[in-house]
């Protein structure tokens, strides 16, 4: 029988079919998509649980999870989403852009929780931060204009740098938005978890609170953390200039 027909549960020996399951036991069902393989998001999802657990949703008892993961293909990532909606979940956490994206495709009303995305509202994915309105809520990871911030620390790093290659998916919707800010900012130069606050969303959702009244969560802090022997390793040198700067060097 094919995987995504099965209930998989993180971290323990249980594998129970999809079908039927959160009704007959009175469980509420738990979607989790990823373009991520298993082994990258076990530990996200551990956190996941834990906090969901911390909330008094027990795994087992409450609480069933449905885990799809595609690791990167994302026809197989709109296959699975496809195939999680029609087992009705009573939420859906959605892991990046990609994810959200397939499964908004399939449905307008089961409640989603989306984590590490990426302007959500200039991707036309919900209304507004403060208002996302439909069915989608969640937490954004960083914004676009960040690439820009990437792009001067790199230099500051190492003012020598006349040529900077950038590596991109071009099947995510956020690979062209980062290609304009990061290209402009060489231009100028002149130069060629968050998953806890997830298991949060998912816990108010399933106390009846609809995500269209939930405000998304961006972040508003920056830290600059170094490390200065890894640095070393890589045969490189940190500029003083640079290691004042950072919040947190690790030593």
Do not use: C
């Not at 393989?37 to 027990?58: C, H, S, Y």
């Not at 069915?135 to 020598?160: R, V």
């Not at 995510?172 to 304009?180: C, D, L, R, W």
């Amino acid at each position: 029988m094919r995987r995504r027909e099965f209930i998989v549960l993180l971290g323990s020996a249980a594998v129970w079919p999809a079908t039927g399951v959160a009704q007959q036991n009175n469980k509420k069902l738990i979607g989790f998509i990823t373009g991520f393989n298993d082994k990258e998001v076990m530990p996200l999802f551990a956190t996941f649980r834990a906090r969901l657990q911390e909330l008094g949703w027990i795994e087992g008892q409450n609480t069933a999870f449905d885990i799809r993961t595609t690791s990167g293909d994302y026809a197989k990532l709109d296959t699975e989403a496809d195939s999680l909606v029609a087992t009705s979940p009573d939420v859906i956490v959605a892991q990046g852009t990609a994810s959200l994206t397939s499964v908004r495709r399939y449905t307008r009303t089961i409640p989603v929780v989306f984590n590490q995305v990426s302007d959500p509202v200039g991707q036309r994915l919900i209304n507004s931060l403060a208002r996302p309105g439909g069915n989608a809520t969640g937490l954004t990871n960083f914004e676009f204009a960040s690439g820009t911030k990437w792009f001067e620390l790199l230099t500051e790093f190492d003012p020598t740098i006349s040529h900077v290659t950038l590596i991109t998916n071009p099947a995510n919707e956020n690979t062209a938005q980062f290609v304009k800010v990061i290209t402009a900012a060489g231009d100028a130069k002149k130069v060629t978890t968050m998953f806890r606050r997830t298991a949060e969303y998912v816990d108010k959702i399933l106390k009846g609170t609809r995500p269209a009244d939930m405000p998304v969560e961006h972040p508003t802090i920056w830290e600059l953390v170094i490390n200065p022997k890894t640095a070393k390793a890589l045969g490189a040198n940190v500029p003083p200039t640079l290691v004042t700067r950072a919040d947190v060097v690790i030593e």
